[in-house]
């Protein structure tokens, strides 16, 4: 396996780890909740652009929308809901 896919491998369990504990949401783990997070998502990213912790929000939202992309939506919706802590919106 090359090194880009261990990092990735290592970014998508980290952010699955960090997100389990932390993270909670009413959208349900489907394309729709994924859809409603991400606009949720955007908006907050839009709003909170000075914050100390967008660097890392938006590169979080990035992967949750990977994640919805994949099917993967309950880590999606996680990772999202994640965004919108680290921002101080939830």
């Known amino acids: 396996m090359s090194l880009t896919k261990y990092v990735v491998s290592a970014a998508a369990l980290s952010m699955l780890l960090g997100t389990a504990a932390v993270a909670q949401t009413d959208e349900p783990a489907t ?4 859809l409603h997070m991400q606009k949720k998502v ?3 990213l839009d709003a909170n ?4 912790n967008y660097s890392t929000a938006k590169s979080q939202a990035q992967g949750a929308q990977n994640y919805c992309a994949q099917g993967m939506y309950k880590v999606g919706v ?3 809901a994640k965004v919108l ?5 939830n």
């Open 31 to 34: 394309s729709i909740g994924c």
């Open 42 to 44: 955007s908006a907050a």
């Open 49 to 52: 652009q000075q914050s100390t």
């Open 78 to 80: 996680d990772g999202y």
């Open 85 to 89: 802590q680290l921002l101080g919106t």
